[in-house]
């Protein structure tokens, strides 16, 4: 459904994410742990976007959203100007040259040849989809709600739909009132965010986001800044739609929560994925001693 | 000559020859240019923010924002009274174009309350939280309109009482549009003072004017204020 593929993620000299990969099925709950500033986030904003990868690409069923990475594509490599010099000059197998190109980045854009650039460009028109249509399959809730602050609770949910998926006022406005329903907010639908609690917030950016339908859902930490006594109800609400079979990723750092929802955990540390595994099997056997020492921490 | 006899003519003059015509065409004249001249300038204010808050990243965004930069730079670095002078004495003759006096100050008063107004807006925008913009761009919406219905509105509740300052500015600011020949309130009232060799009263009469105008204006603003406030209320 999601499919990520060898990004890195640079803020100026700071390198966030080093090489992370990741393919995300339909049905599955991703749930990625890790300390914090170990690229979580960062990785889960690279999958609708929000931040733009280094290098690497990032693919939503079968639509690129990134430019072509040429490391990833052999017959881009070898019609590179770099892979015909060195091939006449070292007569080494296209493997082994594929590999090395890679490794010591030898590719310039700028003197790779017509060749090289026809095919670049090829890939990218036949592939390459407007990420706002992408952006409507994907649904994505903040650690800080960002609810539109300008707008009512109900025009918080149907803006995105009436404007993009063309239904009309009442269609969304039924809709929305459903999703209200649904989370037991249905009389704060004529309020504006500033006079909810944080909870209530969260619960109410969560029906924002499905009032478009989403394929997948992403979670950003969706309940660190919520006073504790309220992180139970915006949880229930992720259980509730887990089980009705959403596929969905979440970054956080409820434990409780990662290993009963999660059908697959991935720790990340210092921008890669360390460990990769159901989470009971996880929690009970950590590999690493990152992980160990991160669990010992934590629990 | 003592006050009342001052009083005296000026009454005369303003009511039985009839020159408050003339007033009142200034006073509408003042009117028209302020408030054209802002509801110009808040667009193109606006067009000019967005364009400096973009992440740079298209060279047409690029080319646009260095085309801003200098408007920018020229309107908020020479006087008005001198983009007035040569928007109607230099460019009109220039592109053989046949506007009256009063359009031109309207265009000359919007240019350059845009220029300060994309700076005023620009502040109002990175006031909005960055979280807002990637909500609305999470959902699909597209940059303009991820702008248009949330960030903008929202910019513009935090920078009313600066819009307002810049109002009350173009107001006291249309006393240059006589230098191009167009009436308004001071050269009305100047218009007394030289008929009758007598200024005091015309003048105080125009600041009074004046004065009630931008009285009137700030208590406008602060009603706007109280009414979108309403919505955070906590």
Known sequence: MISVKNIYKDFGSLRV????????????????????????????????LLEAPTYGEVWVDDDLVTPIDPYLHPDVIMASNTFQKLKASTGETDEALIAKIKKEDLLHEKHEGAAYKKLMKTLYKEHAMDINLVRQRIGMVFQQFNLFANLTVLDNITLAPMKLKGKSKTEAEERAYQLLERIGL??????YPSTLSGGQKQRIAIVRALAMDPEIMLFDEPTSALDPEMVGEVLDVIKELAHSGMTMVVVTHEMGFAREVGTRLLFMDEGQILEEAPPAAFFANPKTDRAKEFLSKVL | MN??????KFWVSMFEKGAYRRVLTGLKNTVIIAVLGLVIGIVIGTLIAVIRVVPKT???????????AVYVAFFRGTPM??????????????????????????LIF??????YVSEIM??????VDIGQTEAGRALGLSFASTMMRI????????????????????????SIVSFVGAVDLYSAFNYIGSANYEFMVPYLSMALIYIVLVLGISGLIKIMERRLRAGDKR
């Open chain 2, 110 to 115: 919007g240019l350059n309350s845009g220029a």
């Open chain 2, 122 to 127: 620009r502040s109002g925008l990175l006031s």
């Open chain 2, 3 to 8: 006050f009342n006899a001052k009083l005296s």
């Open chain 1, 17 to 48: 994410l080093k090489g992370v990969s990741c393919e995300i099925e339909k049905g599955e709950k991703i749930v990625i742990i890790g300390p914090s500033g170990s690229g979580k986030s960062t990785f889960l904003r690279c999958m609708n």
């Open chain 2, 58 to 68: 298209n060279k047409l965004v690029k080319a646009l924002d260095k085309i801003a």
């Open chain 2, 151 to 174: 960030v903008v509105p929202q910019a513009v509740k935090n920078i009313l009482p600066t819009i307002g300052n810049e109002f009350i500015t173009l107001i006291k600011e249309t």
């Open chain 1, 186 to 191: 249905r009389d704060k639908a004529n309020v």
């Open chain 2, 81 to 106: 009274v001198a983009q007035l002078l040569i928007g109607y004495f230099v460019l009109l003759p220039l592109l053989n174009i046949k506007l009256s006096s009063l359009a031109v100050c309207v």
